[in-house]
């Protein structure tokens, strides 16, 4: 499906990463990234959100009218493997329906710095999408950050858990950016749209 039957229904935009700052910078922090920028650009600060495990933004995205929307940002504060309860908390509590949640994450499959967006799917080993789909379901958006495999024989929890590489820091900022041009695009134009742009 590409858009709810009600699109005043809000959305929820959850970056995926893991809470301290031993980790802000670790390629498997590329959600929170994501979401810090579209924070910044909707000229909000993340809060504590209640008793959820998460911090949050309430704000608008898109141009005044009909494709203004809704939206919710959203940083778990459980550990990656965890995110999916907080983040269910919070769709309930904001009433989003599950075609409106978007995940935000590192993709060990796709090479550094490419995006891809889709709906539905497995979650190709990710933890933090392992929590969500065993809470929600997994017919919810993902907007998929290609961080490439590890080299040689490194350990896949050692590649995620390090930080992106002097070569790979150069262009980060570019691709953060256009990653968080794929999430509106998704949000105010849709997910064919949105994929047509930025899949490529």
């Known amino acids: 499906m590409d858009v709810t039957t009600d699109p ?5 935009i959850a970056g995926l990463g893991n809470p301290g700052p031993e980790y802000a910078r670790n390629r498997h922090n590329v959600g929170f990234m994501v979401a810090d920028l579209l924070a910044e650009r909707i000229g909000g600060k993340f809060k504590r959100a209640g008793k959820a495990q998460a911090q949050v933004v309430e704000g608008r995205i898109g141009p005044p009218g009909p494709l203004n929307r809704r939206v919710v940002l959203v940083k778990p504060m459980a550990y990656m493997n965890l995110s999916g309860g ?3 908390a919070l769709r309930d509590f904001y009433k989003v329906p599950l075609e409106h949640v978007v995940a935000v994450h590192d993709e060990l499959d796709i090479e550094y710095g490419t995006l891809r967006l889709k709906l539905g799917g497995g979650d190709n080993g990710h933890n933090g999408l392992k929590s969500m789909t065993k809470v929600m379901g997994a017919d919810y958006h993902r907007v998929r950050f290609g961080i490439g495999r590890p080299p040689g024989r490194m350990q896949v929890a050692d590649f995620v858990l390090r930080d992106f590489s002097v070569a790979e820091r150069k262009e980060l900022d570019y691709f953060v950016d256009r990653a968080a041009d794929g999430v509106e695009s998704l949000v105010i134009e849709g997910l064919e749209r949105a994929q ?5």
Do not use: G, Q
């Open 8 to 12: 005043s229904a809000p959305w929820l």
């Open 86 to 88: 907080p983040l269910n």
């Open 196 to 200: 047509s742009t930025y899949n490529s």
